[in-house]
């Protein structure tokens, strides 16, 4: 179902979200639906401070196995942050932006992967 590498950077990316107490981690598999990535990983944190502490994280680890991303946005502001990842679309919200745009209802013809599973 999942190449080794995918699933090697969905675990890191999580295991960088969890360890910085991110909220409410989802993975929804775009692939078959969509040519701009395969996977998003959406995530919520409580604060500014929180969420681009989140996003360093999964930086750094990425960054610890050669893999960097193609680009990041909205890091100033922290309401939304998007990071690109090419095949893997990284986005952490603030609690009211992740309501407002709710990705997984947008996206919901993907499909949802289980955290365990990776």
Same mark, same amino acid.
């Given at each position: 179902?999942?190449?080794?590498? +995918? /699933? #090697?950077? &969905?675990?890191?990316? +999580?295991? @960088? &979200?969890?360890?910085?107490?991110? =909220? $409410?981690?989802?993975?929804? %598999? !775009?692939?078959?639906?969509?040519?701009?990535? $395969?996977?998003?990983? *959406?995530?919520?944190?409580? #604060?500014?401070?929180?969420?681009?502490?989140?996003?360093?994280?999964?930086?750094?680890? &990425? @960054? @610890?196995? #050669?893999?960097?991303?193609?680009? !990041? =946005?909205?890091?100033?502001? @922290? #309401?939304?942050?998007?990071?690109?990842?090419?095949?893997?679309?990284?986005? *952490?919200?603030? /609690?009211?932006?992740?309501?407002?745009? $709710?990705?997984?209802?947008?996206?919901? %013809?993907?499909?949802? +992967?289980?955290?365990? =599973?990776?």
């Amino acid at each position: 179902m999942y190449s080794n590498e +995918v /699933k #090697n950077d &969905l675990k890191l990316i +999580v295991d @960088a &979200l969890t360890d910085k107490k991110a =909220e $409410d981690i989802q993975i929804i %598999d !775009i692939s078959e639906i969509s040519t701009i990535a $395969d996977y998003f990983v *959406i995530a919520s944190g409580t #604060n500014r401070s929180q969420i681009q502490a989140l996003s360093n994280n999964v930086e750094e680890r &990425l @960054a @610890a196995q #050669n893999i960097f991303p193609k680009n !990041i =946005e909205g890091y100033q502001t @922290a #309401n939304w942050i998007l990071m690109d990842y090419r095949d893997i679309l990284i986005h *952490i919200f603030d /609690k009211e932006s992740r309501g407002f745009y $709710d990705l997984e209802r947008m996206w919901g %013809d993907g499909k949802s +992967v289980l955290i365990s =599973e990776i």
